[in-house]
């Protein structure tokens, strides 16, 4: 709240109050607030930062990509690529630092609501969600069911409520839908009625995309207006590690850059089975992969907005199955962020993965190191980081809640510690022991600071034992279930108008009733 | 496990064999171990650093501490510390500095088991419990019940048994106990008989430490013994914040220097309570007080072993109430690390209290992000770290190794990314996607990292959901309960003689039953 709009909120009118209840504290009026600056953890010193890149060259050099599809052949050859005999594509390093020269940086990533606007650069950190679960965890019985549309749209919804995810990228498969054209149009439509967020999601074929393409100019009120704002990025996985490009995604991903959406170039290579079991190999090799991709999407068109997205995941040695929870995990996406930190570019990566099948304490704990560390490093957008289980396999609607109170205790270190004159407290120290209580409860520093120092959870519990014990001993989960009833018994976005959304379902085969976009008599009981 | 012990294994002697059982492995045969150096995450710079040290010296220097007792009155004074006329001891800088240049740096910290031995400096990080718990905390129902001296046995067996707790801390109080001295002597005998890692422990009055001190030379063989290796060290919280001295624990500490026991030197202000709400400001107070007490100590006996233990907390400035959770609490105790590695002293400091009254997510999440902060921070001791609820009013056994595994996988992270010709990996990826299959699974370089460069969980689960719901969808807390249980009716230390035990017996009122001590038949069963 600026000086102003405050002074405004004084004199009385309503018109005035209603313009300070809708606009956003001023960020030195909150604990945490998106896009906090990280960068304090560096699990790479310097010197590793240029040995991984430079092996990065090396591999993109000597080693290339193989099965780019012909039109990616023909842009890229045109700007210097090589196609080898062995039908590899491989990148000259002078190819490389020429792309990373001209490169997209400090693009904005757009939200339909201008408030939920990111500024993904530097050092910045926002936390977001993402994945393509298949079940939807009941989080008491553990029960786990096909995922559908109408989950979807919940979970944009609750998104829409929380303070610490700052985007929404879709985060489940809706399995109710067989064919591939209506999933992936209807995921898009779920999304971005369910939330004024940024929406990532991703699509299989370039004719999906091209019709989501039209809803999207529909809401933004024309393809300009879409162009000037977009307010959708595409997830896409163009590689199928190790150094293979991905045709359908290749297709989706050349459409997009045409159609000015900002794309996520997906690299999700897992540590021992589709990259290297060294944790500094792996990274070597996502980053060879993304910067083949940056190449693509600069060859198509120079500038286009792309995030480096250095996903690296880990597996389970034993078993080779994915352990998107591990303290490797936290490593490798902490590393891939710095790397993207020294490219000064739009760092993606994933964190807050779980291999517990439930919200139970090693989900916690899983979901807490790793966005400690990844956020603490300064990546600048963080997927997947809440509401997942099972490595990736299932989306728990009560653990977004938890999750974002794990998200906004992180954001809390990444603020760090302010030392400066005032917080060394040198006069409240004094006071208070040489003239005043002997200690710092009612200390005007201490009310000062209640609000604008320390944050407090939305689910998570402080009371006593005692008090805990007459509330009849609720664990987080009892409260994040009744959190999430509430939400989506009450929040309906409308952001979008009756008349757009008629238009869209005229056109399109929309498969989220009517029914679920509002609220009934029932659920409102 | 060296090449010549792998040698004379082959070789097949029983010998041998047992010799290479008894020896733990090398370090670098396994993914992490004790005393991994930290110190990747840095919340505070150099200058914030510069400015809380001389804002800490113009404290001791101007405002003081009050309330010292005459012994610690006289040998202060004859140092150099002022007595000022409103009764408050000052603090030169100079003698600051003084005490500095000959304190005690680079002291091991002894275990019974010299395999437990510790070497907390520079950046060395090891984990421990600690407390004064004063509830049983039941997993399942939540139920709190008084906590007595058998709990506190039971708690050191399951660390002696565990690979990522480092050092034993009196956790619990033995609350059946109401008179002081045994209260106090039964601490230790049931710490020292129940593991034969470091202990920990505190005592309200010189008389039962001085006690407490017979039975442990009696243990070593000796007092030369003891002296030379002393395995316990005193927690003495010195201070009542803010900058008070505490009489019966400067009482204790003069006991204890002279003794031959290393000193926690432990400032538990509360940040908002008894501490500055301001972060900066606590950090300040802490050091300050933590200062005072190095004089106090090289004032008895320069150079004797003291750990600089700034255990900053947090209150809910909502309540008042201590918020052990709290991510303001993981900046705290990281950035009183990083004081004590500014000053080059063994720096001890508080990590992984919950809020949480039980072992679920929240608890998981707040021990977390808090152990991979402090821990990547480089605190050389980190204390709470395992088994501790509610801010510190409740323990919970399962919880302990449900911890364990939060602290092997921070300490994965704290060991970082290996980043070398051979981590690079280079040839591997030439061959596995030029020549190879176009995977890792069965490459050479996994196999051999397999061990070496991943961490697994000991209950943790990583089964997917198919396999989980054939195991009957057991969270980690029923894992834990059921490991807790096989480590309670099978390991009972004994590497304390019967003929020791007896003449303790005979001098001292041991209250924990001999029964407790050893495997019975039922608890077999």
Sequence with gaps: MSETESRAGRRGGREAR????????????RPVWPGLEGGRYKPLTDADIQKIHH????????IGMADAIPSGIEVMTKVGAKLQSNGRLTFPRALIEDTLAKAARKFPLYAQDPRYDMEPWGSKVYFGTAGAAVHIVDPITGDYRESTTKDLYDIARIVDTLDHIHFFQRAIVCRELTDPFEMDFNTCYASVFGTTKHVGTSWVAPEQLEASLQMLHAIAGGEDKWRERPFVSQS?????????????????????????????????????????????????????????????????KPGAPAIFGTWCFVS????????????????LSAGAAQMGQFYDLTAGTASGMTDSKIPDAQAGYEK??????????????????????????????????????IIGAVQRTIKG???????????????????????????????????TEYVYPLVGDRTTPKEWVEQGRPGIVDRAIRKTRQILTNHFPAHISMAVDDSIRERFPVRLPREAMRKTA????
């Design 522 to 525: 029932a659920a409102a009981e």
């Design 368 to 405: 807490a190191y790793n966005h400690a560390l990844v956020g603490n490093a300064g990546a600048n957008l963080i997927y997947e980081s809440a509401g997942m289980h099972a490595s990736l396999l299932g989306y728990c609607l009560e653990s977004l809640l938890i999750d974002n109170d």
């Design 55 to 62: 092996a990065a060259l090396d591999v993109l050099e000597n």
């Design 18 to 29: 209603r313009a300070m209840r809708a606009a956003p504290l001023a960020d030195n009026q």
């Design 316 to 331: 389970d040695l034993r078993t080779g199955a994915m352990s998107g929870g591990s303290p490797e995990q936290a490593l």
């Design 417 to 451: 510690i302010e030392v400066t004159d005032e917080s060394i407290a040198m006069e409240t120290i004094r006071q208070t022991c040489l003239e005043g209580p002997g200690h710092y409860l009612g200390a005007d520093q201490t009310l000062r600071l209640m609000q």
């Design 236 to 300: 896409n996985c163009f590689v199928v590690p190790p150094l293979k490009f991905a045709a359908d995604a290749c297709r989706c991903l050349e459409v997009a850059v045409r159609g000015g959406m900002p794309v996520l170039l997906l690299s999700a290579g897992q540590a021992g089975a589709t990259a290297p079991a060294s944790l500094a190999g792996a990274i070597v090799q996502e980053v060879a992969e993304v910067l083949a991709g940056l190449v693509y999407v600069n060859a198509i």
